[in-house]
Structures are given as structure tokens and as C-alpha cells.
């Protein structure tokens, strides 16, 4: 499945009252959006039809995100769906994530683009090939060792993979307390010491197994205040039955 079918499907079956992207390009992901929609790039020249409620920055994310205000465009509303596709550099785009998880709902979902990178060269930090997905696979191991609260999916899409995320805590300051450790261990010269697991894409979840497995509908039927606490009991069990548990620990994707 191409990442962008997958998107459509989960703006489908989510039903976002507000929509964040990281990385806007052309519009092609953005256009996916038919509610309020915050796109954020320092770089963007549309081409797609947009829809719904847009407001566009021609600024980098960490500027966005450093203003008093970054839900005054959705007049407060948190963000329910986000799409982190901006610098692929680990650092930025888990810094993408510390903040796109602060302005979410905790019945939220966010995605990353470029998690599962098909070799070393594309996964350089210094960019030298056409596609590029930099070293942003480096959250998946990082969420997985400091923030076990969370589900981390791997997902086989085409072209370079993606990773939802949900059972969000926008209380959480786990990363931020960490952050510094966190860049000592994972931001590492190239070339970059991809493991054979996201390489080979072994344990990483079918798009369709994920779309099915009723968690998208169990997140779209929670009300809006739901706690991270809340939804965790709902939300694990349906995981390991629909699933199956053995994406969840992956002794080598951590190592
Ligand atoms: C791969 S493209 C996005 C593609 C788009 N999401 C799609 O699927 O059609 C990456 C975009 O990230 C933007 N970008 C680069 N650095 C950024 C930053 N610091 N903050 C936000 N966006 C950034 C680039 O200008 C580029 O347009």
C-alpha cells in the first residue's frame, strides 16, 4: 500500500476534528485533510487541491512550535491526526514528535514518514541519493525504549515505511528530560548502523492488518478529554488480539 492510500484511510476512519503536517512539499499529503489543517514548512509550493480549513507557515517546526500560540489556528482545538514529514534528521523529527504529542488529544494518532529506510545510503544523515528518508528510523528504537506507554507500529507502506503511534500523553516529559541522553546514544555518523530487522522490514505491520484492527474506531469513539490513562485499557488488550504482540518487542530493533 502506498503511504498515501494508507493516510487517506486513516482521515477516513478517524475522522480528525484537526489535522497537523510537518512538511507539506506540494499539498499531496495535506489535500487528504477535510477538517481544520495547520501545515508547517519553510519551503512549500502547493500544487494539490486543498480542502477544509487550512492554515499554512512558511516557517521550519521548531520556530512554529516556539510561538506562545500553536494552537491559535485551530482556535484551541488539539490536534487529533499528525503527520511528522518534515527534516529527516532523527533529532528534528523526534523534537517533531515531543511537540506534536503536547497539542494532541490523547485519542490522537501521529505518523512518521521514513521509518523504514531500504538501505544505508538512504538513510544518511548527509544526504547523496535521490529518495531520502535521513536517519528518522532512529525514533521507532527511541520510543521503544523510553516510552513503552505508547504503541509503536511499523507499518510496510511504499515507498519508505511509516510508524503510527497512539495511546498518546500530551503530559508526558519523558523525551524532553532524556533528550540530551537520548542524542548522545542515537544520533550517530554516518554511515548509519541501520538494523537488519527495518532493512529486511521483519516484524513491521501489514497497512491493511493495522487499518482493520479496530483502533482507529476505538480512538474515534473515545470522547474528546479522554486521559492517556484512560484509553490504555481499552486500547492494549484490543492490540494484542488483533495484532498480535510480536511487533511489540523486538529485541532487535533496540539493541
Ligand atoms: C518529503 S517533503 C513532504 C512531502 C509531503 N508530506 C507529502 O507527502 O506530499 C519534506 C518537506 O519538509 C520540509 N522541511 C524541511 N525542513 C523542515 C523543517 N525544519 N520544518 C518543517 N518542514 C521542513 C521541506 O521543505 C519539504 O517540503
Redesign the pocket.
Known amino acids: 500500500m502506498r ?2 492510500d494508507f493516510l487517506r484511510t486513516v482521515h477516513e476512519r478517524l475522522a480528525p476534528k484537526a489535522y497537523l ?10 489535500a487528504l485533510a477535510s477538517c481544520r489543517a495547520v501545515g ?5 509550493a502547493i500544487h494539490a487541491e486543498l480542502d477544509g480549513e487550512v492554515a499554512l507557515f512558511r516557517t ?3 520556530e512554529y512550535f516556539s510561538r506562545p500560540e500553536p494552537l491559535a489556528a485551530t482556535r484551541g482545538q488539539r490536534f487529533e491526526l499528525c ?1 511528522i ?3 529527516h534528521l532523527f533529532e ?1 523529527a523526534l523534537r517533531d514528535f515531543i511537540f506534536a504529542e503536547r497539542h494532541s488529544s490523547a485519542r490522537g494518532v501521529i505518523v512518521f ?1 521514513d521509518v523504514l529506510p531500504r538501505n544505508v545510503a538512504e538513510a544518511a544523515r548527509e544526504r547523496h541519493t535521490h529518495q531520502w528518508t535521513g536517519d528518522v528510523f532512529g525514533v521507532l528504537q527511541v520510543l521503544e525504549r523510553y516510552r513503552p506507554d505508547l504503541l509503536v507500529v511499523p507499518l510496510d507502506t511504499e515507498p519508505t515505511g511509516l510508524l503510527a503511534v497512539v495511546g498518546l500523553d500530551p503530559e508526558s516529559t519523558v523525551l524532553v528530560d532524556h533528550f540530551e541522553e537520548i542524542l548522545a546514544e542515537f544520533r550517530r555518523p554516518d554511515p548509519q548502523p541501520v538494523p537488519g530487522e527495518i532493512l529486511d522490514r521483519i516484524s513491521v505491520v501489514a497497512p491493511g492488518r493495522f487499518l482493520d484492527a479496530g483502533v482507529l474506531e476505538l480512538l474515534a469513539g473515545q470522547p474528546s478529554d479522554v486521559s492517556a490513562a484512560g484509553l490504555a485499557p481499552s486500547l492494549r488488550p484490543l492490540v494484542g488480539e488483533r495484532l498480535g504482540s510480536g511487533f511489540l518487542t523486538r529485541p532487535g530493533l533496540t539493541g
Not at 503536517?21 to 495535506?30: A, D, F, H, P, T
Not at 508547517?40 to 512549500?44: Q, R
Open positions: 503511504y498515501l503536517e510537518i512538511g507539506v512539499r506540494n499539498g499531496n499529503s495535506l508547517i514548512d519553510p519551503a512549500f521550519t517546526s521548531d503527520f514529514d518534515g527534516l528534528f514518514d
